[in-house]
């Protein structure tokens, strides 16, 4: 189902407008529209953007670009949703559209906000503790949480995944995993999560928690590298693993694990801040800062899935690469293959979104909320 018209609207600018009734006294930002492309009918209606926004500011906010009118809008919830109070909250940290559903992970609001995917509209708020990313399977979506208060602190506990019915929207399962978990990926009937043990620099964990999705238990614990963060899952069930790092001596890395005998059965020396999987390759940006230097290296590659190498370390072929100051999301288009590259430039102002065709030219460049980061695609019914 595609979106209505009160999507389709034109220009405001900068203008907002004071809201009466039970939102009395309180300005709520319109969003805008902006034509960036001509209309396309590809299957997908189009994909929403989270902007984190920075944290303590509480300026997570949501875009939403419809491809069957080449139409890019800026900051769709506080306009769809204006009883909501402190509208989407401090910090999102991840989006999936799941079913009929859109779930927001906002991180220091400790929430998962729940809307129709058709046009985001709210349905309900889920209370998780310093909730971190989301995956549905099932009939569940899975929430993986620091559980501890956001703040470093050596002597935190371990993580926690929450299992929520997407029907009651109900939390109905919790199980521990290892310290600060990630992100999370299913294959083989087993849910694999990263534990970063962020807090406890410079005892990072090193572990990737195997559940069991039947029984929601943890099976294992596989020994990876420090500091995990991504992970993603191929149409092969092979699941892949970034490491950070410690920013310093130890660079970022890629590990391969094999689901049917859960063991890491390949390293790939390549840095990966985020990856999106499309086919048989990964699309790669790395912008690692290390903290001796105090200098950020910043890198595109596509990584070939079935031999596991880099095949092609320039994804932007156009030279518009010089214009992103700080890559900070990446995902490309499941029909067209275009490639989605989003700027934090300096985290406190606005972002940019670039698109480029599958050859790496830009298409077009758009302005987004604070910090642009987690896409969802939405296909049409």
């Known amino acids: 189902m595609r979106l209505g018209l009160g999507f389709k609207i034109v220009m405001l600018g900068s203008l907002v407008i004071c809201m009466t009734?039970?939102?009395?006294?309180?300005y709520i930002q319109q969003s805008t529209s902006t034509e960036v492309g001509e209309p396309r009918f590809t299957g997908v209606d189009g994909f929403y953007l989270l902007n984190e926004g920075n944290m303590g500011s509480n300026k997570s906010t949501l875009d939403y670009f419809d491809e069957t009118t080449g139409t890019y809008i800026k900051n769709i919830y506080a306009e769809r949703n204006p009883s909501v109070v402190k509208e989407l909250g401090d910090v999102g940290n991840d989006l999936e559209i799941y079913g009929s559903k859109l779930y927001a992970v906002i991180?220091?609001?400790?929430?998962?906000?729940v809307m129709r995917a058709t046009d985001a509209t709210r349905i309900s708020k889920i209370d998780i503790p310093n909730c971190r990313y989301a995956i549905g399977h099932g009939g569940y979506v899975y929430v993986s949480s620091y559980v501890s208060p956001t703040t470093d602190n050596p002597k935190a506990p371990r993580g926690a995944v929450y299992k929520v019915d997407t029907l009651s929207l109900s939390v109905v399962g919790r199980v521990e995993v290892g310290y600060q978990p990630e992100e999370m990926a299913v294959s083989n009937g087993k849910l694999y999560v990263a534990n970063s043990g962020g807090y406890r620099a410079p005892n990072y964990d090193r572990t990737v928690s195997v559940i069991d999705i039947n029984n929601f238990v943890v099976v294992r614990d596989i020994d990876v590298a420090i500091?995990?963060?991504?992970?993603?899952r191929?149409?092969?069930?092979m699941i892949y693993v970034t490491?950070?790092?410690?920013?310093?001596?130890?660079?970022s890395r890629l590990f391969v694990i094999d689901p049917l005998i859960d063991v890491v059965v390949k390293e790939i020396?390549?840095?990966?801040?985020?990856?999106?999987?499309?086919?048989?390759?990964?699309y790669v940006y790395s912008a690692a800062i290390n903290e001796l230097t105090g200098k950020t290296a910043i890198s595109y590659s596509i990584i070939n899935l079935q031999t596991h190498s880099v095949v092609d370390d320039a994804i932007i072929k156009d030279g518009t690469d010089?214009?992103?100051?700080?890559?900070?999301?990446?995902?490309?288009?499941?029909?067209?293959?275009?490639?989605?590259?989003?700027?934090?430039?300096?985290y406190v102002s606005s972002g940019r979104i670039h698109c480029y065709s599958p050859k790496g030219v830009l298409l077009w460049s758009q302005k987004t909320g604070e910090i642009p980061a987690h896409f969802a695609f939405k296909y049409q019914n």
């Not at 991180?107 to 906000?113: G, L, P, Q, R, Y």
């Not at 500091?227 to 993603?232: A, F, Q």
């Open 322 to 346: 010089v214009n992103i100051k700080m890559p900070h999301g990446i995902a490309v288009h499941p029909i067209t293959g275009d490639i989605y590259i989003t700027d934090a430039r300096n």
């Open 269 to 282: 020396d390549s840095p990966v801040s985020d990856m999106w999987i499309h086919g048989d390759s990964a």
């Open 107 to 113: 991180n220091c609001s400790h929430k998962v906000e």
């Open 21 to 26: 009734g039970c939102r009395e006294d309180i």
């Open 243 to 251: 490491s950070r790092g410690d920013n310093a001596e130890v660079g």
């Open 227 to 232: 500091n995990l963060h991504r992970v993603k």
């Open 234 to 237: 191929d149409k092969h069930g």
